[in-house]
């Protein structure tokens, strides 16, 4: 799986590369928690954290568009107890692949839009961090999961509007695959996205 992984990564420029096709850097903030059930469900804090990338474009229809992507992005949880004078964190560094499809929905080519789609997760590095009274008693730094599983299937809905070269969306992305196999908790991340959109070449 981990093969086919790497295959789809390597034509995703070519998936994109169709005549009046979009391409781009994506940037934004991007704000993890944790949930058991799915999305708004949360158990834990946001936690910010940058997310960063390129994206595809390529026209099925004058108001469809198939939009892969590549992104760097951190999911995990905070937690924080004032109470006892405890935090909490756990990051999670990944490499996510969505296939979204873009929807218009006005009749002219830009303008407000639809995104839906399922995203590959690759997990890269992950980090958990114990803090009482301001001071760090434990940081442990790993690079695999506790389950072991590196891939992460995940579903994508968002919203946003476009222009001519910018555009910007609101998106929320929730794991579909547990991440502990008994806890059952599902990866929550909510993003704030801006892409610049370089015209192809038709």
């Known amino acids: 799986m981990r093969r086919s ?23 934004g ?15 834990s804090n946001l936690m910010a954290g940058p997310l960063l990338g390129w994206h595809f474009e390529a026209p099925l229809h004058p108001q469809v568009s198939l939009m892969p992507e590549i992104l760097y992005l951190t999911k995990g949880f905070a937690n924080r107890n004032p109470a006892q004078a405890v935090r909490i964190r756990e990051t999670y560094r990944y490499l996510e692949v969505p296939l979204l ?46 389950n072991g599983r590196k891939l992460q299937l995940s579903g994508m809905v968002g919203m946003g509007m476009e222009g001519p070269r910018w555009g910007f969306d609101v998106r929320a992305m929730t794991s579909l695959t547990p991440f502990d196999r008994f806890q059952r908790i599902q990866n929550v991340v909510y993003a704030l996205t801006f892409a610049y959109r370089i015209p192809g070449k038709g």
């Open 29 to 43: 903030a991007a704000f993890a928690t944790r949930s058991i059930g799915g999305l708004f469900q949360n158990t």
């Open 101 to 146: 499809l873009k929807v218009g929905l006005d009749k002219t080519e830009n303008g407000i839009y639809l995104l839906a789609g399922p995203s590959v997760g690759y997990f890269l590095s992950g980090r958990s961090q114990f803090w009482q009274e301001n001071e760090i008693l434990f940081d442990n730094r790993f690079k695999s999961p506790l």
């Open 5 to 27: 992984f790497l295959l789809f990564l390597a034509l995703l420029p070519f998936l994109a590369h169709a005549q009046q096709g979009h391409m781009g850097p994506r940037f």
